[in-house]
């Protein structure tokens, strides 16, 4: 019904920033909010940043004031930026939306497929 598909994830050293991309394809009506998720090896998934339909945005503490996440709307991507990247934000990250389909106009959760990132110290 509807597909994330990300992109930008890769190898990059401590201090050194990448651009993550999600774009959703489909039987999209409308999306609320979307976020970016990451999930470290032997760690839960977390929110990283979420961002609402009118444009309010959600940050981790931890990556406050280093990320920021936007959406283009008329493109049905999300985007975040990620700057002065540490060692500890190593992990797979995952797009997420809140997704109203043209079929039944209900509000269904999906998931990207994950990109990696990997910063090196």
Request: include cysteine; hydrophobic fraction near 35%; charge should be neutral.
């Amino acid at each position: 019904q509807v597909q994330l598909a990300e992109s930008g994830g890769g190898l990059v050293q401590a201090g050194g920033s990448l651009r993550l991309s999600c774009a959703a394809s489909g039987v999209i009506f409308s999306i609320n909010a979307m976020g970016w998720y990451r999930q470290a090896p032997g760690k839960q998934r977390e929110l990283v940043a979420v961002i609402h339909e009118g444009g309010s945005t959600n940050y981790a503490d931890s990556v406050k004031g280093r990320f920021t996440i936007s959406r283009d709307n008329a493109k049905n991507t999300v985007y975040l930026q990620m700057n002065n990247l540490k060692p500890e934000d190593t992990a797979v990250y995952y797009c997420n939306a809140g997704v109203v389909v043209t079929t039944t106009l209900g509000e269904y959760d999906f998931w990207g497929q994950g990109t990696q990132v990997t910063v090196s110290s």
